[in-house]
């Protein structure tokens, strides 16, 4: 297991970092992917660090809170150095039935945040983080809240999920002329069979030294190996489209998945496996966030930091899964060749 700084901090965290939405016997919106019981939990958390895993991150709304109590009871029943563990958790989605219940604001960030720390059972969260945007709230308020928590020594980091270069870069702004606290991480999804990212974002991460945390890298189960061109209903949850989230684009996806297949082979790897290592040869990548709801799930995926690709390989995976041109991206890079250092 490596070790990567997050972002323009001297934290480091895992490579792989453990994801909790599969913790939660509760439903939800969120209950197509949960189901873990604490038993479960303790096992599955207890194998991570065992593999050298420092970083778990969970969120408030993940099986309605249940997520962050069996993750802060597992780390318990494990007997856990508190210190030892990254622990990252998130505030912004709907935690009751008012109408201030949800959110950027700086009532429902310190309610959240207190409620989080009673849930996870400790006095102080890592890496908090924004779960989206909150076009109601003023980035000000927001990043100030947060600045608060950090002053408070409540929390240690803060980092934001789920938003456009525009806002991030706006918030970064903010911060910095506000003398703010500043993200120094985002959480977003980026996979080999869903790129985007790489448009704005990643360029983005890159110049202001801003951490990824990568969520859903297996594009929801779908390039877990089980789908195939053929057998489109395995099951799991996109079969049957039961929980057919985060879109794909199938048609480019089995593509990729027919040229990872022989690949895995030949290493004595899986098709998944090869997906997350992919990720992890991204110079943008901090962490690579894996969830599993069964033990040789989790198993699998920490087979990824073993993986090794030739540069021909990498070369025939970017050519497989490459995003389509379009400007500015095009124009930027045909006239960038007079002013290369």
Not at 8 to 28: A, D, I, P, R
Not at 58 to 66: F, K, L, Q, R, W
Not at 202 to 214: A, E, N, Y
Not at 228 to 234: G, K, M, P, V
Request: hydrophobic share 40%; glycine share 10%; with cysteine.
């Amino acid at each position: 297991m490596k070790y990567n700084l997050l972002g323009n901090t001297g934290l480091k965290v895992s490579e792989l970092c453990l994801g909790t939405m599969t913790f939660g016997t509760t439903g939800g919106r969120f209950g197509a992917i949960s189901g873990v019981d604490q038993a479960g939990a303790d096992a599955l958390t207890k194998r991570a660090l065992d593999a050298g895993i420092n970083f778990i991150d969970t969120a408030n709304v993940y099986s309605e809170g249940h997520s962050e109590e069996i993750t802060g009871q597992a780390l318990h029943n494990l007997g856990i150095n508190r210190y030892d563990v990254v622990l990252a958790t998130k505030v912004r989605g709907k935690m009751g039935d008012g109408p201030n219940d949800a959110g950027l604001t700086r009532k429902h960030i310190i309610a959240q945040a207190e409620a989080s720390l009673k849930r996870l059972g400790t006095d102080y969260i890592d890496l908090y983080q924004t779960h989206s945007f909150d076009p109601l709230t003023p980035w000000e308020e927001t990043l100030r809240a947060l600045d608060d928590l950090v002053r408070s020594g409540k929390v240690r980091y803060i980092g934001a999920s789920n938003v456009a270069a525009w806002q991030l870069m706006k918030a970064l702004g903010v911060s910095h002329y506000q003398h703010l606290e500043k993200y120094v991480s985002l959480q977003a999804y980026y996979t080999i069979a869903g790129r985007e990212l790489e448009r704005e974002l990643v360029p983005l991460l890159l110049d202001q030294k801003v951490g990824l945390m990568v969520w859903s890298p297996l594009a929801g189960g779908f390039l877990s190996g089980k789908y195939t061109r053929e057998n489109q209903q395995a099951e799991g949850r996109r079969g049957g489209n039961n929980f057919d989230f985060p879109p794909v684009n199938k048609d480019l996806a089995f593509d990729i998945i027919d040229k990872l297949r022989p690949m895995a082979e030949a290493k004595g790897s899986t098709v998944a496996a090869l997906s997350l290592a992919w990720l992890l040869h991204q110079k943008v990548v901090s962490t690579v966030i894996i969830g599993a709801k069964k033990m040789e799930q989790l198993q699998d995926n920490l087979k990824a930091v073993d993986v090794q690709f030739t540069p021909e390989e990498l070369q025939q995976l970017d050519e497989v899964s490459k995003l389509a041109p379009e400007y500015p991206g095009w124009m930027l890079e045909f006239t960038k060749g007079d002013r290369q250092a």
